[in-house]
């Protein structure tokens, strides 16, 4: 609520005027349920069955499947169901790398398989809005009791005070799977109305109950409703603090009414207290409890009807928990399964419970369900249990494939501005800035190139750059090539020896020239030597050895090639020589597992690290996981004996382009706002790098069920 009111004085009404209404969703975390509430119950009311949400920025190159998933199943749980990812670059030169990653385009080594999480969301976003969604209750919006008390001069509490109210019931309604719509005071004064017992809104909206969350003041069109309402036999339900006035001025005799009238209750603001009221008024289509009978508060539900079909979409919001769960719905019919990760329509086993629909599901971390239940058919009966018989850990060694180059990635050297004596070993991104502000442009830093361009503004001083990258290897002539952005820009020499700007070949970008210079490395220190003539193009960037080495540390920041391995074991694939390696990773391994009758034979990875996974048999995809559970059933592709199996996991850019010395990646994990200053943040600079880690981490298990 404070943000709203100081920036932008309410958020709902504006979408009123939006065909595709829309947010903004930034980090890797699910913190803002009631942004994505406030949104959907707009596009509910005026019948917009898109909501559009730009997602997944700021959370770092090595934002997963997984990641994604978890992120995007909140949204379309709440209402959110159209996603513009942020971003896909043309370009990844200069500051673009930086630009709130992660991006999704050619540069990113599971491109070529992106189509499996976006097909996801593409049937699930189908899903969720198809018909019209469910529920009963409107909960009031408050920020009118925000406004009575905000100043930008004093202090106030009291808007945090009810912004932590609302967030609370709200919440608490989500955990309780009594899902809601919100009201918004501008809207209902436009498109409120009472017909019979319902409190209608705008076009789509329909509603028997109405929540006033804990609050001071509301609007004298909004007190005048919620009169009528109450007199037409509408039913109203006050949580927590009670209003005491109108339009801002106390009126404790036109509540006293309301407050005491036959059809409106009073309850604290707990969870349990609000259910209850809500129960009794027969607002519950959805109930889903563990074991214990009550409800799971970190599975989610979207719950729409389509004719004579009720559509459900379930989340499972904990990224450690599996709960079994028994689903209670209100409705008649046969459910089948949507599984969007395929496509596919199937039937799943149901049964009727005093006249409620009863499924059994297990909702793994991350997990989801989408069930269409048809009226027309019967359900398929309890569903049959599946017994391990047998269980085998495979080895922990395994030969292995590299899809791409490894890398050396070089981010300090030494440097010297138009001759002056060389500095001390130095961070890439503080040349770059004293580079700019050599050539004049420091009143322009931050502003983009292109602008610069459009504005015709040029260097007033000529800001030449030497820069000295020292590195060793105890590998004489490895298979090696330099990578260099824009390298034309660039006179080159590696241990004195002249090196082209090769323009033919490139690395991970099509501006990122990669040039052969393994003849010219040998065992020992090499010393590459990069000088030009700053202007805005010329980008000053971190340059990378790549090709057909290992790395291996030395000391606390330092790395050397070496020769590769010949197997890898489990754990991270970093600390094996790959530390700063940016693609993918094949593990093969032959397994003595053969089909069986009547027997399935799954594969479990145990803590795989990467952004997707891949498994093959025999030469033959079987599938890709995402996202929990870690397990395929790989039982059609097994010979009947001597069988070979690959696991290919999915890197990202992430350790060859960081940010690699920043602490909060330590402090907050993913979580944390990884942008532009992250890559330069000296209050959490670290000379040490931190990568994230990458492979079979756990193994993989082989298990069979009968």
């Known amino acids: 609520l404070r943000s709203q009111t100081f920036h932008i004085g309410a958020a709902m009404p504006q979408y009123e005027y939006e065909q595709v209404p829309g947010i903004d969703h930034l980090r890797r975390n699910i913190e803002d349920a009631l942004t994505l509430k406030q949104v959907a119950s707009v596009a509910h009311q005026f019948g917009r069955d898109q909501v559009l949400c730009e997602i997944f920025g700021v959370s770092g190159q090595d934002f997963g499947f997984e990641d994604a998933k978890w992120i ?29 990653p992660p991006t999704f385009s050619y540069h990113q080594p599971y491109w070529d398989r992106l189509s499996f999480i976006n097909d996801y969301f593409a049937r699930a976003g189908r899903i969720t809005r198809e018909g019209q969604f469910q529920t009963r209750a409107l909960v009031l919006h408050p920020i009118s009791s925000a406004w009575a008390f905000a100043s930008r001069f004093e202090d106030c509490p009291e808007v945090d005070f009810y912004n932590r109210e609302l967030v609370s019931l709200q ?28 409190l209608q809104v705008a076009s789509h909206g329909s509603y028997e109950i109405v929540v006033v969350p804990p609050s001071f003041t509301w609007a004298a ?8 309402f109450l007199a037409a036999g509408g039913r109203v339900i006050f949580v927590g603090q009670r209003p005491t006035a109108v339009n801002g001025e106390t009126q404790d005799g036109r509540w006293a009414p309301l407050l005491g009238h036959v059809n409106a209750r009073q309850v604290p603001n707990e969870p349990a207290a609000v259910a209850e009221a809500l129960n009794g008024m027969g607002a519950r289509d959805v109930s889903i409890t563990g074991a214990d009978g009550r409800e799971i508060e970190p599975i989610l539900c979207h719950h729409r009807r389509s004719g004579d079909k009720n559509i459900y979409f379930f989340c499972n919001t904990s990224r450690q928990t599996t709960y079994e769960a028994r689903i209670s719905l209100n409705a008649s019919g046969s459910p089948s399964r949507c599984d969007m990760a ?3 329509m199937r039937p799943i086993a149901g049964h009727v419970s005093e006249g409620r629909l009863i499924l059994s599901h297990r909702f793994e971390p991350v997990g989801s369900l989408a069930i269409v239940v048809d009226p027309e058919q019967t359900p398929a009966g309890r569903p049959a249990d599946r017994r391990e018989a047998a269980r085998e850990t495979l080895p922990t060694d395994w030969s292995f494939v590299r899809t791409h180059p490894n890398t050396l990635v070089l981010d300090t050297c030494r440097w010297a501005l138009n001759d002056g004596p060389l500095g001390e070993p130095t961070p890439v991104w503080k040349v770059r800035r004293a580079a700019f502000d050599a050539a004049g442009l420091q009143e322009y830093w931050g502003i983009q190139p292109w602008v610069l361009t459009q504005k015709g503004i040029t260097p007033s001083k000529t800001a030449k750059v030497e820069m000295r990258f020292s590195f060793k290897s105890e590998i004489d002539q490895p298979s090696a090539w330099l990578v260099v952005e824009l390298a034309e820009n660039f006179h080159i020499q590696l241990n004195g020896h002249e090196i082209p700007a090769e323009r033919s070949q490139w690395q991970w970008d099509k501006k990122f020239r990669k040039m052969p210079v393994g003849s010219q490395i040998h065992k020992g220190q090499n010393e590459l030597l990069l000088t030009t003539v700053y202007r805005p193009g010329v980008e000053i960037e971190d340059i990378f050895i790549v090709g057909d080495f290992a790395t291996r540390q030395v000391g606390d920041n330092s790395y050397v090639i070496v020769p590769e391995p010949n197997m890898l074991t489990i754990g991270d694939w970093g600390a094996q020589g790959y530390h700063f390696y940016s693609g993918n990773m094949i593990y093969r391994r032959s397994i003595r597992c053969a089909r069986q009758a009547g027997r399935r034979s799954v594969l479990r990875l145990n803590k795989p690290a990467g952004t997707l996974f891949e498994v093959r048999v025999n030469n033959q995809t079987v599938g890709l996981l995402g996202w929990q559970p870690w397990e395929l059933d790989i039982t059609d592709y097994l010979a009947d004996q001597g069988n070979d199996l690959e696991i290919v996991v999915y890197g990202s850019l992430r350790n060859s382009f960081g940010p690699l010395h920043n602490k909060q990646y330590l402090e907050q994990g993913s979580n944390w706002w990884i942008g532009p200053g992250a890559f330069t943040d000296e209050d959490h600079w670290t000379d040490r790098y931190l990568f994230a880690p990458y492979g079979l981490l756990g193994g993989a298990e082989l298990i069979t069920f009968e």
């Open 342 to 344: 395929s496509g596919d």
């Open 221 to 228: 069109e909004t007190v005048a409703l919620l009169e009528t």
């Open 72 to 100: 995007g199943d909140f949204h379309l749980a709440l209402g959110v169901n159209y996603f513009c990812p942020h971003l896909t670059l043309y370009s990844f030169t200069g500051d673009r790398k930086r630009d709130y």
């Open 171 to 198: 919440d608490g309604l989500l955990g309780q799977h009594l899902d809601f719509d919100y009201g918004d005071e501008i809207i209902l004064a436009r498109h409120g109305r009472v017909e019979g017992r319902s």
